[in-house]
């Protein structure tokens, strides 16, 4: 364990900046609330020309295309679902370069409503020596009796923070420290890299009390060990700290090692027409999770979590034009979990929010976030090729300088395409790019993003 007593460390106590809020900060609260405004009425617009579209049309999907060039007929098949493979290739500062392979496995379990159920993993390995083995579980039982839904993870990983709050890193601990020796820097030099083994085991399991509302109970373990902090500098006279050191350090971690291993409840309710890519309906959760020294926590704490899900159809013709809503929020007590275990972007189930920004690149003890995706046919008869607009905005706050949600929020933006691949069970090849505040990302997944 470390001895803190060599250290009086109270770093995180820094003054907040102070004054009227900057227009800049008003205009992304404006985008922020308006999310929901914006693509409904583009969406609207266009229903006019979606309900001219031919209803005899039938939707088809990547199988239909390959046959047809190899003049081959259609099979007749039982089969509810398949299995989906695709390469995974990227790049990017943090990871370098990326590549991998990955799948879904669609199905569904005897019962005349029985829902979709899904099963997706990978396997990534990067050119800084990162490897990444995923595994997440939606299953719904015979007649959506029970539904399992599970986040499986381990990574040898390397990734940057910035310190708590949507602000960060302008009111981060590394721009203090800069700022004392007046150097001029930028958001990317202020990145503070960190090296970490990653284990993550969260499984959950709900019983349906009635037509759409389940509740249950899960196991939720996150787990942090080797952790490098590479800017860190404790030498004397040219000491450079961190957050995750800091904050540790104030809190009583260690900096390089901690976990949170919780119990938890929740409750669900979800209309969804399809969990894979739903065209309407909702789903809704909200859920309490207790952190236990007994099981081996480095503190008790008790924190929570709400998610929605929304999808409003905009077409009575063509079932692929709808507009999608998605907002989450996360709240845990100041200094009861460990740094890197705090409510962060891309930590979702599916690591899917904050498009346009790194994962991680957002982090606080309490954090809200909000989405809003139109998605449209581009295939007007076939249903093969989609495409999506979507907007994003984050907010976490930072209690120890007295950052509230909403005093900081960090909007994303994009567009995407999507390719049909498995039509019975709606499974889309998502191709989509992102852009954040002096950020980028590209993104190649199996399903919707949410």
């Not at 972007?345 to 976030?369: E, H, K, P, V």
């Amino acid at each position: 364990m470390y001895d803190s007593s060599n250290y009086n460390i109270d770093l995180l106590r820094f003054h907040a900046n102070s004054g009227v809020r900057p227009i800049k900060f008003i205009f992304m609260r404006a985008i922020f609330m308006l999310l929901g405004i914006l693509f409904p009425f583009f969406a609207f617009a266009q229903d006019t020309i979606q309900n001219k579209v031919d209803t005899t049309c039938v939707q088809i999907d990547m199988s239909d295309v390959i046959r047809k060039a190899f003049h081959k007929t259609e099979k007749v098949s039982d089969k509810s679902g398949g299995l989906l493979l695709f390469p995974i290739i990227g790049s990017n500062p943090a990871i370098g370069f990326m590549m991998g392979v990955g799948g879904q496995l669609a199905f569904k379990r005897s019962g005349e409503n029985t829902h979709y159920s899904m099963i997706s993993g990978s396997a990534q390995y990067t050119t800084k020596n990162q490897m990444l083995f995923l595994m997440k579980n939606s299953i719904y039982s015979k007649n959506n009796k029970f539904f399992l839904t599970g986040d499986w993870r381990y990574q040898i990983f390397s990734q940057p923070t910035y310190g708590l709050g949507t602000d960060a890193p302008e009111d981060g601990i590394l721009d203090y420290q800069y700022n004392l020796s007046g150097q001029e820097t930028s958001i990317d030099s202020l990145a503070q890299p960190l090296k970490f083994n990653f284990l993550r085991f969260y499984q959950s399991i709900s019983y349906n009390i009635t037509r759409s509302l389940y509740i249950g109970a899960g196991y939720y373990l996150d787990s942090y060990s080797n952790i490098v902090d590479e800017k860190l500098n404790l030498t004397p006279g040219d000491t450079l700290l961190t957050s995750n050191y800091a904050y540790s350090k104030k809190y009583g971690f260690n900096p390089e090692k901690y976990a949170s291993s919780a119990i938890g409840l929740n409750m669900v309710s979800d209309t969804r027409d399809n969990m894979i890519n739903a065209y309407k309906g909702h789903y809704a959760m909200i859920s309490w999770n207790s952190s236990l020294k007994i099981l081996g926590s480095d503190k008790s704490a008790d924190y929570f979590s709400m998610e929605g899900r929304f999808f409003q159809p905009l077409s009575k013709t063509n079932p692929r034009h709808l507009i999608a809503f998605w907002v989450m929020g996360e709240s845990s007590p100041e200094g009861e979990l460990p740094y890197l275990i705090l409510p962060a972007t891309a930590y979702d189930q599916r690591s899917r929010s904050g498009r346009g920004y790194a994962q991680g690149r957002f982090r606080g003890n309490q954090m809200m976030y909000a989405e809003t995706e139109y998605r449209f046919p581009i295939s007007q008869c076939s249903g093969l090729w989609g495409g999506v607009l979507f907007a994003n905005a984050t907010t976490a706050n930072n209690p120890t300088l007295s950052v509230d949600l909403f005093d900081s929020i960090k909007p994303g933006y994009g567009f995407g395409a999507r390719l049909m691949v498995d039509k019975k069970s709606r499974t889309n090849l998502a191709m989509d790019i992102g852009f954040g505040e002096n950020s980028f990302g590209f993104y190649l997944s199996a399903g919707e993003t949410f």
